[in-house]
């Protein structure tokens, strides 16, 4: 089956600064998802991208589809970013995300 | 906005019982996951469902199943718990196709078997 890997596995931050996830996937997709999931563990969509840029506040991302990643852009980092972001691809028009490891990413004032 | 509800929060059990963990949606999504989370292994698909009365298991799906009687309600059933299912139990639903409101999750239930 398809493959999804995230990096860096973790991530620490002062607030402020800026960050770059990266997620990349063994296969072509038609759909690419990024979430976070915060402290208490709701897992929150972030973005729909299987291609393409998008922007959503402080948050921004972009899907290279022919070359099978996808970057998720956090600038000027909060202590409210915190919690673990995960990328997750469809697999094969099944309607099933299949979920990367994630990256745990922690900002502190 | 979409609301996925999961009946319990936190949950101990003691090894051999058999345990349901609950989970509603409120918007009629016809796709319903269950996924388990642990530590350095990210999200796993246990089963799904995309209509009712249909079932189709996931990568991780023995020792578990699911029940899907009425379209916005979708069960989880450890028929006889382990503990090496201790872990975190994720709900979520979707529409037919993947749009942009992608899945909804549930906020987890914590299962501890003892």
């Known amino acids: 089956g398809i493959q999804v890997e995230q990096s860096p596995p973790d991530l620490i931050l002062q607030e402020g600064a800026n960050s770059t996830l990266r997620c990349n996937f063994s296969?072509?997709?038609?759909?690419l998802q990024w979430f976070h999931q915060n402290p208490w563990g709701q897992l929150i969509n972030l973005f729909y991208?299987?291609?393409g840029t998008k922007q959503n506040g402080r948050l921004s991302a972009t899907t290279v589809a022919t070359e099978r990643y996808s970057l998720l852009y956090i600038s000027s980092s909060q202590t409210t970013d915190s919690g673990v972001y995960f990328c997750?691809?469809?697999?094969?028009?099944?309607?099933?995300?299949?979920f990367g490891t994630g990256t745990r990413l922690q900002v502190f004032p | 906005d979409v609301k996925v509800t999961q009946s319990s929060r936190y949950l101990v059990k003691r090894t051999g019982e058999k345990v349901f963990l609950e989970c509603v949606q409120d918007?009629?999504?016809?796709?319903m996951f269950w996924y388990r989370q642990d530590p350095g292994l990210g999200l796993r698909l246990i089963y799904f469902?995309?209509?009712?009365?249909?079932?189709e298991k996931g990568d991780i799906p023995e020792g578990y199943s699911v029940s899907r009687e009425k379209k916005e309600r979708f069960s989880l059933i450890l028929e006889s718990a382990s503990t090496n299912q201790t872990s975190m139990y994720l709900c979520?639903?979707?529409?037919?196709?993947?749009?942009?409101?992608?899945?909804?999750f549930g906020s987890g239930t914590r299962l501890t078997v003892v």
């Open positions: 296969d072509s997709v038609n759909n």
């Open positions: 469902s995309y209509d009712v009365k249909m079932k």
């Open positions: 997750a691809v469809e697999e094969n028009n099944t309607d099933k995300l299949i």
């Open positions: 918007m009629d999504h016809e796709n």
């Open positions: 991208i299987p291609s």
């Open positions: 979520a639903s979707s529409t037919g196709r993947l749009s942009n409101n992608g899945y909804t």
